[in-house]
């Protein structure tokens, strides 16, 4: 994967079984409803639908996570979840993630990756519109569980 000079450190790779508890607490951590479950990640790991990503440098194991679903027959990839460490916020881990989900969507020959994030998360929608990523809809029929409206983001991959 080409690399901008921000995540050059930054290596991210296909989670393990042995991940389960860090992705499992990384989870816990960051999000307050809408979690993904220690079954669900478990399951996903092995899945042929599913590709979950984790992220280290300098010698830290784990600093961050992405889950990626493919759909059959669709030609988007959905880019499901994406976290990290508080620690690790800013040092182009987010990144690194998303750039690895869409090599990963293109090795699926998908054409697109598309996400949801909150209309408040305001660091995330900065992070993907300086990606490359778009602004398709607003999403507000309480798409979270805690009520909250979500926008629709994609981007073109080429």
């Given at each position: 994967m080409t690399r901008?000079?921000?995540t050059a450190a930054v290596r991210v790779r296909r989670a393990e079984l042995s991940d389960l508890d860090d992705l499992v607490a990384l989870e816990e951590a960051t999000f307050d409803s809408?979690?993904?479950?220690?079954?669900?990640?478990?399951?996903?790991?092995?899945?042929?639908?599913?590709?979950?990503?984790?992220?280290?440098?300098?010698?830290r194991r784990f600093l961050g996570t992405a889950m990626v679903f493919f759909r059959k027959g669709s030609r988007a990839a959905r880019l499901y979840s994406i976290a990290s460490l508080p620690e690790a916020r800013g040092k182009g881990v987010g990144t690194a993630l998303i750039e690895a989900a869409e090599m990963a969507a293109q090795q699926r020959h998908c054409d697109a990756l598309r996400l949801e994030?909150?209309?408040?998360?305001?660091?995330?929608?900065?992070?993907?519109?300086?990606l490359g990523y778009r602004r398709v809809h607003p999403i507000k029929k309480a798409f979270?569980?805690?009520?909250?409206?979500?926008?629709?983001?994609e981007k073109t991959l080429t």
């Open positions: 901008s000079p921000a809408d979690k993904i479950s220690r079954a669900q990640f478990r399951r996903h790991l092995d899945s042929d639908t599913a590709r979950v990503l984790v992220a280290s440098a300098n010698h994030v909150r209309t408040d998360n305001d660091s995330a929608i900065r992070l993907y519109e300086r979270y569980e805690d009520g909250s409206d979500a926008f629709v983001y």
